[in-house]
């Protein structure tokens, strides 16, 4: 019986190396694409500065949205559902609210709901030229050195001032 138990305890140590290990690889590779996204490439090798036309399918359309949309759970976890199944880009929180009322049966403003997920941590702002009228919702593992979105979840550049002298996570 102790054999066993012995045998157990390894793999119980081997399977918990091998989740430390899988991690460590997960932060090198996001680490890489961020220096490969800062040179202007994708994560495919293609040139994205001198791209023309380059569009950004959302995760799902809004028909496939309108089908997987929770829509007998709380507003906290409808809009953690569309920001974690729908939305791939920081996004402002009047655009949400326009989703939001597309998609839910319950009517009613969200401002308030997506404050309360900002305390908790579970969404951020990040706020360009110290403007609240740009300033975009997103997930916090969008953010890059808690200074701006990753490039591939940064809002479109039409979005966004011409000149950006300041950019500004909020989290709390």
């Known amino acids: ?27 090198k590779i996001s680490y890489l694409v961020d220096v490969i996204e800062s040179y202007g ?7 994205i500065r001198s791209a023309t036309n380059l569009t950004v399918k959302d995760v799902l359309d809004q028909s496939e949205a ?15 559902w569309l920001f974690e199944n729908f939305f791939n880009k920081g996004i402002k929180l009047s655009e949400v609210q326009k989703h939001y009322d597309n998609l839910s049966s319950k ?3 969200i401002d308030n709901v997506a404050r309360r997920l900002k305390k908790e941590g579970r969404l951020v702002v990040v706020k360009y030229n110290r403007s609240n009228k ?11 050195e808690n200074k701006d979105f990753r490039l591939q979840h940064k809002p479109n550049e039409n979005l966004l001032p011409l000149d950006i002298f300041d950019t500004k996570v909020v989290r709390k």
């Open 1 to 27: 019986m102790s054999v066993s138990r012995e045998l157990i305890d390894e793999l119980i140590k081997a399977k918990d190396d091998l989740v430390n290990f899988r991690n460590s690889i997960n932060e």
């Open 41 to 47: 490439y994708d994560e495919k090798g293609n040139n």
């Open 66 to 80: 309108w089908k997987n949309f929770p829509q007998v759970a709380t507003k906290e976890a409808q809009l953690m």
């Open 107 to 109: 009517k009613g403003r």
């Open 134 to 144: 740009m300033s975009f919702w997103g997930l916090p593992l969008w953010i890059k």
